[in-house]
């Protein structure tokens, strides 16, 4: 565990003797956190587990994530999608999510090759930057969105520059489609954030941005949605780029390179500029994507040229 904590500490968001940690978690993760806080001498507060992928934390603890440099979260679920995050970037703090992480997830950690990542995603970020239109192929399914005058957000697992945000293990380029714009359908084989891992893949039917139907199993997924308003919103496009990553994790599986994911619900935080009060990532293993007609993953291959 110091091993990877300084490793974390060290590499990917290049902490100096001056500046302040805090480690937060949840109780599932108090224990690992613990450890964590002990290795790198730092702050770490415990919070109740969010009900979903997104859910704000208890608004006292938002205050303190501004007083840090540096906050590692390993929770169960993500405060990424989170005000209390966003909040703190604007104030300068880099913020890393380890949501979801386990021993394996710190082996990719370790053995995941940083200069590649950085490489993958300055290439696709420029394509996504001047790019109109992305579409995706799943089976015989295609969705098509507009990211006109969207900004890409490349995560590479190096978070040294104030205001940094990104997750551990690591390894995407994600945009924000222009809401309204995203039409056809997309079949998600591997699982989702919030639900795990799927025993049998789920459709969806989309309709000037918004999920109007779902083939398969979807009671638990309806069930989420049901609860939470504005969560059928297609809310984020992204492709993957690390050859390290595994199915460890359904956090860790849609950095799998050539994977694809597409989200429902709120993205606020990430360019776009729907809330809801949850944000789920439907991982895809096998996708082509098109960047205004040029492949860039082809059934699951990553194929930039």
Do not use: W
């Not at 790019?131 to 399914?141: F, K, P, Q, S």
């Not at 997750?167 to 084989?189: A, H, K, M, Q, W």
């Not at 039917?205 to 059928?232: A, P």
């Amino acid at each position: 565990m110091k091993e990877v904590a300084r490793f974390i500490a060290d590499t990917c968001v290049n902490l100096t003797p001056n500046e302040d940690l805090l480690v937060v978690c949840d109780y599932l993760y108090s224990e690992m956190a613990k450890e964590f806080a002990e290795s790198l001498s730092c702050t770490f507060v415990s919070i109740p587990p969010l009900n979903c992928n997104g859910e704000e934390p208890p608004p006292q603890v938002s205050h303190f994530f501004q007083e840090f440099d540096v906050i590692l979260a390993l929770t169960t679920l993500s405060l990424g999608p989170t005000d209390a995050r966003k909040k703190a970037c604007e104030k300068g703090v880099r913020f890393v999510s380890m949501a979801g992480v386990t021993e394996q997830s710190f082996h990719t950690i370790m053995k995941t090759d940083y200069g590649i990542l950085e490489e993958r995603a300055s290439r696709i970020k420029d394509m996504f930057e001047a790019a109109e239109c992305i579409e995706v192929l799943t089976g015989e399914c295609t969705v098509t969105m507009s990211v006109k005058g969207r900004h890409p957000l490349p995560l590479t697992g190096i978070y040294t520059e104030k205001g940094a945000f990104g997750t551990l293990p690591e390894g995407e380029v994600l945009i924000s489609p222009v809401e309204e714009s995203v039409t056809g359908s997309f079949t998600v084989d591997v699982g989702m954030v919030g639900l795990g891992f799927f025993k049998q893949p789920l459709t969806f039917h989309v309709e000037k941005g918004k999920v109007v139907s779902i083939e398969g199993e979807k009671e638990t997924l309806e069930d989420i949605l049901n609860t939470h308003k504005g969560s059928r919103q297609i809310a984020e496009c992204a492709v993957g780029i690390n050859p390290a990553a595994t199915y460890n994790t359904v956090f860790e599986a849609k950095k799998i390179e050539g994977t694809c994911h597409i989200s429902l619900g709120d993205n606020h935080t990430i360019g776009g500029v729907h809330r809801s009060g949850v944000h789920m990532d439907g991982i895809i293993s096998s996708p082509t994507v098109t960047v205004d007609g040029k492949t860039i993953v082809d059934c699951g291959e990553l194929v930039m040229t």
